[in-house]
C-alpha cells in the first residue's frame, strides 16, 4: 500500500484546508483509512477514520464539528476537510490505512504516508 499526501500549508486562524490522501496497492489492506497528526514534541494523534466504502467515521473530541472525512472511491483518495482551523491544529498530518475497521490507535495502521505540514497562525 502507498499513500501520498497533499493540501497542506500555512492558513490563518479560522480558516480551511483540504488534505488529500492518494492510496495505491491491495484494497484489503485499506479497508479502515485515518488521519493521524503529530506536533513536534507531542506524541502521534489519531485525527479520523473512515470504513472503506461506507459512511461509519470516527472523530477525535478535538476535531468533532470543524473536520470531515471522506473518500472518493473512484479515485482511491481519502480527504479531510478542516475548517475553522486553530493554532493548536498545527502538525504534520498523516493519513493511515489497515486492513481491519479500528478506532484511532496507531498501532492499527500498518501503512502510513510520508505526511503533509499544516500550520495555523
Known amino acids: 500500500v502507498q499513500l501520498v499526501e497533499s493540501g497542506g500549508g500555512s492558513v490563518q486562524a479560522g480558516g480551511s484546508l483540504r488534505l488529500s490522501c492518494a492510496a495505491s496497492?491491495?484494497?484489503?489492506?485499506?479497508?479502515?483509512m485515518a488521519w493521524f497528526r503529530q506536533a513536534p514534541g507531542k506524541e502521534r494523534e489519531g485525527v479520523a477514520r473512515?470504513?472503506?466504502?461506507?459512511?461509519?467515521?470516527y472523530y477525535a473530541d478535538s476535531v468533532k464539528g470543524r473536520f470531515t472525512i471522506s473518500q472518493d472511491r473512484a479515485k482511491d483518495t481519502l480527504f479531510l476537510q478542516m475548517d475553522n482551523l486553530k493554532p493548536e491544529d498545527t502538525a504534520m498530518y498523516y493519513c493511515?490505512?489497515?486492513?481491519?475497521?479500528?478506532?484511532?490507535?496507531?498501532?492499527?495502521?500498518?501503512?502510513w504516508g510520508q505526511g503533509t505540514q499544516v500550520t495555523v497562525s
Open positions: 493511515a490505512a489497515g486492513a481491519t475497521l479500528s478506532t484511532l490507535i496507531p498501532q492499527s495502521y500498518p501503512h
Open positions: 473512515i470504513a472503506t466504502g461506507s459512511s461509519n467515521t
Open positions: 496497492g491491495y484494497t484489503y489492506n485499506r479497508n479502515c
